[in-house]
């Protein structure tokens, strides 16, 4: 996939991405709520020698002992003996143990420098906890660097004496400062927190609209579709919601003022789809041009009937002489869409009770529309509709006019095979979010099992906004017909206007 492929893609499933994202968040501070609050002060000494050297080369002697001896002070820094004293001095019920867990003993890395840092429920306790330890790990390096000797001395009457003298050790730990309160917590980090709880509410998200898009396997791009089938798509036929209830036709012979109108207004875009879906079969094949089209789809409800009823119109509006044939004698459709009489039909004219110029409908919005309707239904439609006297009744109407014949689904009955057989092929029509890949395909394996040609596939009901009408175009041309876009453009071209006059 292209980035553009991975924008689309989070652009269908951005509420749940900001769900997951404010869920993280949420979560994240929740956590920091129920988490104790630790404060932590910190209070620094160095290691030098009681007397500086006097000379360049005494400092650089003085301060690579202090160096060498940080370490060893480290180790006095996290000893229980420092925070015994340390209990003493403070008077803590802990124990030493408990308390070494508090302290952490740093040394900035070539430094004389000793950072002690700790921590308390409390600011007060983290800053009082921090000056005595430094101060007892003072104590406690002097306390056992520190050391005696005797010295034999000779008295006035020449008498031996032994002198006991203490020796302090060459290099001190002195404090630099003193532990400051701390103004806010250390633990939780209310910030760092939300970040990561965010961090991982997006990736959810996003994980989630990458692994629904690989998992949902509903139709809904042309390119997928020809990738998948190996059938070109030859129409994409916008949702049309002035389609409802009986009124499927798509609106002919309006006035301006009638534009407003939802069902005309939607089907204006839905009349330049069947159009660009008419000139897709008239250069189909140039030498020898399709007369006989079975339109069918996977399943029920893809909306077959109203494209091949439509696709009949917007042939005939062309000058092209138009039979329109329901050869769904299960569950016919034509007659309620064009608001025809149920009475005699196709299956009439081939069961012999009635002949065609009886059942013969001139649509009365184009002259050079026929149509002729189911009729009765009847108890073997697969048989009917693969009998001789159908194979010759749609050549026959063949030799003066484009056949178009509304078939049952492909997956439900074995009719539209039969009749693709006789055909020159069928279109396939599929519901863009609704028709999965596997049951097109399916389809398709069906009319080729029975030598049908599947001539293309025509994706119906594209969504004009949102995520999806980006595959087709829809967004930035079929909606000129949305009143709402009329409005922007006036709009756009009164402030053209107004900045016309302002620089006359």
Same mark, same amino acid.
């Given at each position: 996939?292209?980035?553009?492929?991975?924008?689309?893609?989070?652009?269908?499933?951005?509420?749940?991405?900001?769900?997951?994202?404010?869920?993280?968040?949420?979560?994240?501070?929740?956590?920091?709520?129920?988490?104790?609050?630790?404060?932590?002060?910190?209070?620094?000494?160095?290691?030098?020698?009681?007397?500086?050297?006097?000379?360049?080369?005494?400092?650089?002697?003085?301060?690579?002992?202090?160096?060498?001896?940080?370490?060893?002070?480290?180790?006095?820094?996290?000893?229980?003996?420092?925070?015994?004293?340390?209990?003493?001095?403070?008077?803590?019920?802990?124990?030493?143990?408990?308390?070494?867990?508090?302290?952490?003993?740093?040394?900035?890395?070539?430094?004389?420098?000793?950072?002690?840092?700790?921590?308390?429920?409390?600011?007060?306790?983290?800053?009082d906890l921090a000056t005595?330890?430094?101060?007892?790990?003072?104590?406690?390096?002097?306390?056992?660097?520190?050391?005696?000797?005797?010295?034999?001395?000779?008295?006035?009457?020449?008498?031996?004496?032994?002198?006991?003298?203490?020796?302090?050790?060459?290099?001190?730990?002195?404090?630099?400062?003193?532990a400051i309160l701390p103004?806010?917590?250390?633990?939780?980090?209310?910030?760092?927190?939300?970040?990561?709880?965010?961090?991982?509410?997006?990736?959810?998200?996003?994980?989630?609209?990458?692994?629904?898009?690989?998992?949902?396997?509903?139709?809904?791009?042309?390119?997928?579709?020809?990738?998948?089938?190996?059938?070109?798509?030859?129409?994409?036929?916008?949702?049309?919601?002035?389609?409802?209830?009986?009124?499927r036709i798509i609106p002919?012979?309006?006035?301006?003022?009638?534009?407003?109108?939802?069902?005309?207004?939607?089907?204006?875009?839905?009349?330049?789809?069947?159009?660009?879906?008419?000139?897709?079969?008239?250069?189909?094949?140039?030498?020898?041009?399709?007369?006989? @089209?079975?339109?069918?789809? %996977?399943?029920?409800?893809?909306?077959?009937? !109203? /494209?091949? &009823? =439509?696709? +009949?119109?917007?042939?005939?509006?062309?000058?092209?002489?138009?039979?329109?044939?329901?050869?769904?004698?299960?569950?016919?459709?034509?007659?309620?869409?064009?608001?025809?009489?149920?009475?005699?039909?196709?299956?009439?004219?081939?069961?012999?009770?009635?002949?065609?110029?009886?059942?013969?409908?001139?649509?009365?919005?184009?002259?050079?529309?026929?149509?002729?309707?189911?009729?009765?239904?009847?108890?073997?439609?697969?048989?009917?509709?693969?009998?001789?006297?159908?194979?010759?009744?749609?050549?026959?109407?063949?030799?003066?006019?484009?056949? @178009?014949?509304?078939?049952? %689904?492909?997956?439900?009955?074995?009719?539209? !095979? /039969?009749? &693709? =057989?006789? +055909?020159?092929?069928?279109?396939?029509?599929?519901?863009?979010?609704?028709?999965?890949?596997?049951?097109?395909?399916?389809?398709?394996?069906?009319?080729?099992?029975?030598?049908?040609?599947?001539?293309?596939?025509?994706?119906?009901?594209?969504?004009?906004?949102?995520?999806?009408?980006?595959?087709?175009?829809?967004?930035?041309?079929?909606?000129?017909?949305?009143?709402?876009?009329?409005?922007?453009?006036?709009?756009?071209?009164?402030?053209?206007?107004?900045?016309?006059?302002?620089?006359?």
């Open positions: 996939m292209e980035l553009r492929d991975y924008l689309r893609i989070l652009r269908a499933h951005w509420w749940v991405i900001i769900l997951a994202t404010l869920a993280g968040l949420a979560i994240a501070f929740g956590w920091t709520l129920l988490q104790p609050k630790i404060y932590q002060a910190d209070v620094t000494g160095i290691v030098q020698m009681k007397t500086g050297g006097t000379s360049v080369g005494e400092e650089t002697v003085a301060q690579n002992l202090a160096l060498s001896k940080v370490t060893s002070y480290i180790q006095y820094g996290t000893s229980r003996a420092v925070a015994q004293r340390t209990i003493d001095k403070l008077g803590l019920k802990t124990t030493p143990e408990s308390l070494v867990g508090r302290i952490s003993v740093t040394n900035p890395a070539e430094t004389p420098i000793i950072k002690v840092t700790a921590s308390s429920s409390d600011p007060e306790g983290a800053r005595a330890w430094l101060s007892e790990m003072v104590a406690q390096i002097k306390e056992v660097e520190t050391t005696t000797k005797t010295v034999e001395t000779t008295d006035a009457d020449g008498n031996t004496v032994e002198t006991v003298q203490t020796v302090e050790p060459l290099l001190n730990l002195v404090p630099i400062d003193s103004d806010s917590p250390s633990s939780p980090n209310v910030r760092l927190a939300l970040l990561i709880g965010g961090l991982l509410g997006l990736a959810l998200g996003v994980g989630y609209a990458l692994l629904k898009h690989q998992l949902d396997r509903r139709v809904r791009s042309a390119e997928v579709v020809e990738r998948e089938t190996g059938v070109a798509v030859v129409g994409a036929v916008p949702a049309n919601r002035g389609f409802e209830g009986d009124s002919v012979g309006v006035s301006r003022s009638e534009e407003r109108d939802k069902h005309v207004t939607e089907g204006r875009s839905t009349a330049e789809a069947l159009r660009e879906l008419r000139t897709n079969l008239q250069f189909m094949d140039v030498d020898n041009p399709p007369r006989i @089209i079975v339109v069918t789809s %996977p399943v029920p409800g893809d909306g077959k009937s !109203t /494209i091949a &009823a =439509n696709l +009949a119109v917007t042939v005939a509006l062309s000058g092209q002489k138009v039979v329109l044939i329901d050869g769904d004698l299960r569950r016919p459709m034509i007659s309620t869409i064009f608001n025809l009489p149920t009475g005699g039909g196709l299956s009439d004219v081939l069961a012999g009770r009635a002949v065609i110029g009886d059942v013969l409908h001139t649509w009365s919005g184009a002259s050079n529309l026929q149509i002729v309707t189911a009729g009765r239904t009847p108890p073997n439609p697969s048989e009917v509709l693969g009998s001789e006297r159908m194979n010759q009744l749609i050549h026959w109407f063949a030799e003066n006019s484009l056949v @178009i014949i509304d078939a049952p %689904p492909l997956l439900a009955v074995t009719d539209a !095979t /039969i009749l &693709a =057989n006789r +055909a020159d092929g069928a279109l396939v029509v599929t519901s863009v979010g609704s028709t999965t890949y596997e049951l097109l395909e399916k389809a398709l394996g069906t009319l080729k099992r029975a030598n049908a040609r599947a001539m293309g596939i025509i994706l119906n009901r594209i969504p004009k906004r949102g995520v999806d009408s980006a595959y087709y175009g829809y967004r930035g041309y079929y909606n000129q017909d949305d009143p709402r876009y009329s409005k922007a453009r006036k709009r756009a071209g009164e402030k053209r206007s107004r900045r016309e006059q302002i620089e006359v």
